[in-house]
């Protein structure tokens, strides 16, 4: 037996990946939620409201829409993997929220200029998830500089 064989090995350590390339995983991610999101707001409606001809005063998606706002968690992961990501990330995740309300104003009949309203949440899911991204972003910037 020799020395070298005794000594235990010190444990390997996998090297971390790129930071963008991490980025881009939580920013596909997002994206892929954000489809999921969308796709289930649209169809978890009854059938009467999916032909359209509703009046802007009845529901054209379902509540799921408000689980995008979880969505701001997968925007801050990616914005904190990388700052080049935070702004592909906010994209990921509101774009298609901005299509549901699409689809939804599509099934509306004009009802006093209510339909507008329907924009209002992927606006304001928008705002939050730029925040968030910013905040991350610039804390990923932070320890960048500081050499973390």
Do not use: K
Not at 52 to 81: H, Q
Not at 102 to 112: E, F, I, K, T, Y
């Amino acid at each position: 037996m020799t020395v070298a064989s005794a000594v235990p090995s010190a444990p390997s350590r996998r090297p971390a990946p790129h930071p963008l390339l991490s980025g881009l995983a939580w920013t596909l991610g997002t994206l892929a939620a954000s489809v999921v999101i969308g796709w289930l707001t649209v169809q978890m409606v009854p059938a009467g409201v999916r032909a359209g001809g509703v009046p802007a005063s009845e529901d054209t998606l379902s509540d799921v829409w408000w689980l995008a706002l979880l969505l701001f968690l997968p925007v801050c992961f990616a914005a904190r993997r990388s700052a080049w990501m935070a702004l592909p990330a906010v994209a990921a995740a509101a774009v298609p929220q901005f299509l549901v309300a699409r689809l939804g104003l599509d099934r509306m009949v004009a009802d006093d200029g209510l339909e507008v309203l329907l924009f209002v949440v992927p606006i304001l899911m928008t705002l939050l998830f730029l925040v968030g991204a910013v905040l991350m972003g610039t804390v990923r910037a932070v320890e960048h500089h500081r050499g973390g």
